[in-house]
């Protein structure tokens, strides 16, 4: 159940706190260098507490996202530049700085999925478990619980925006869709007809990094995301359940 919030006042994320902050519903560093002067950059009333989780979030995912995607596409233009930057040493650093992101830079490396090289994109030489040296193209492993919150914050924030209300228990579930493929087929039976709703509705977009539909039901709606040309996510929201 969404309860009335109060613009400016209320957060749009928890409904219990002061929302002193403004928070981007897209996050303000995923904006391609490609995004118009006059586009409205969408804000949200938020709390501290829910501020410092979605940053979380947009950090764990957008790193995760940005190893899977072309950076050579307009919607994407500046965004891998802007965000490399925290896992890339430079010598005008300190050392403390310089260890922490080389460490992460290695963390990463070492969380890299290795698949067969892909003709015209990016590869690399390395050694199997088997010790073989073989050529292999960079692959990442997703993980659902990074891209269900950040399709909650999408929702919330979004809702949020367009009732002035802010939703309640929320249960979220969410999964990549690849690109031509049709998310009716992605949808659960039970839910073929709310997605089949959703196709219907038209695009609403926040600039050309992020574009976004939605078919509201009770209790259960369904929501169609768009991230930098390249990356869709397929959401339902469960009003009548908690995460």
């Keep these: 159940m969404a309860k009335r919030g109060r613009p400016g006042k209320t957060c749009a994320y928890c409904g219990s706190a002061d929302g002193h902050e403004g928070e ?8 391609p260098d490609t995004t118009p002067a006059d586009v409205q950059r969408l804000t949200v009333p938020s709390c501290t507490p829910c501020n410092k989780r979605w940053e979380r979030v947009e950090r764990e995912l957008a790193t995760d996202l940005l190893l899977v995607v072309s950076p050579n596409v307009p919607e994407v233009a500046g965004v ?12 005008d650093q300190r050392v403390e700085e310089r260890r922490h992101r080389i460490g992460r830079a290695i963390k990463i490396f070492n969380s890299m999925v290795w698949a067969q090289p892909v003709p015209g994109g990016p590869q690399t030489t390395v050694r199997t478990r088997a010790g073989l040296i073989v050529r292999a193209s960079p692959a990442r492993r997703i993980e659902n619980r990074p891209l269900r919150d950040i399709a ?23 999964i990549l869709v690849e690109r031509d493929e049709k998310i009716m087929r992605l949808g659960e039976e039970n839910f073929a007809a709310i997605v089949s709703a959703l196709e219907q509705n038209p695009i609403n977009t926040l600039g050309p990094g992020f574009w976004y539909r939605r078919y509201r039901g009770d209790p259960v709606s369904a929501w169609a995301f768009r991230i930098w040309g390249q990356v869709n996510i397929l959401a339902f929201a469960n009003t009548a359940t908690s995460n």
């Design 24 to 31: 981007h519903v897209f996050p303000a560093s995923w904006y």
């Design 152 to 174: 909650e914050k999408f929702i919330r924030g979004l809702h949020f925006s367009e009732t002035g209300q802010v939703l309640g228990s929320l249960g979220v579930t969410a």
């Design 80 to 91: 891998h530049e802007r965000l490399s930057r925290a896992w890339q040493p430079t010598s």
